[in-house]
């Protein structure tokens, strides 16, 4: 028996450097084992459907849905955990809408660019084909254009937006404060995630006001003056 024993483990030992023999010469081509799912593709399992109705007011309330969540560049959802749950981990599928992506799932635009309204559930991962340059350099048939930025031209959900060379910034009012600073709600940075920060981006001379084309009036469905 124990000579038995021994020739099995002589046996495994050749047909070990046999195999590893034939991978380090090519003979053998090693694979990579399956690949690790990303948050976005594990969590972002939500719907989106096109609505008939959008209210500022609405905008604001879903928006408020996505404070203290997570931030991420060129896409993302959101989980809806007061939490960020793939804190700085830029652009490695994680939790969140990057700026201009927020901006696009908040005002319920579509895709195609036509009036109307489509609605993003926070789980459904969507960043849309506008950026920063899109709202800062916005073009006549987009369903936005550019505002002044004085309290009386501007709204809640208007937004201001930055754009320099390749980097920019856009976050929504809100509400409207005094002095040329206002509580704005953003997809901000990985740092910060998506949050409600005051901001002076009315008075500064970087930021353009932009709207949203085609609120639903608060006042429908009544008669409205």
Known sequence: MR???????????????????????GLIVATAGPAVATWSATNCTGSA???????????????????KEGYEWGGGCYRLNDRDDTPNAPDSGGEGNDCSGFVFRVWALKAD???????????????GPYTTASYYYPRAEWQFRRIEKSYVATAFMD??????GDSGHIGLIYSEGTGGGDYIIHAKSDADGTTITYETYRSSSAFRGVARRG?????????CP
């Open 3 to 25: 000579r038995k024993r021994t020739s099995a483990r002589m046996l495994a030992r050749i047909v070990v450097g046999l195999v590893l023999t034939a991978v380090g010469s």
């Open 49 to 67: 459907y096109p609505i008939n109705i959008w209210k500022r007011w609405q905008a604001q309330a879903f928006a408020l849905e996505a404070n």
């Open 113 to 127: 660019g036509t009036p109307g309204f489509k609605y993003w559930e926070m789980r459904y991962n969507i960043h």
């Open 159 to 164: 937004a201001f937006v930055y754009r320099s």
């Open 215 to 223: 609120w639903t009036r608060n006042c429908y469905p009544r008669l």
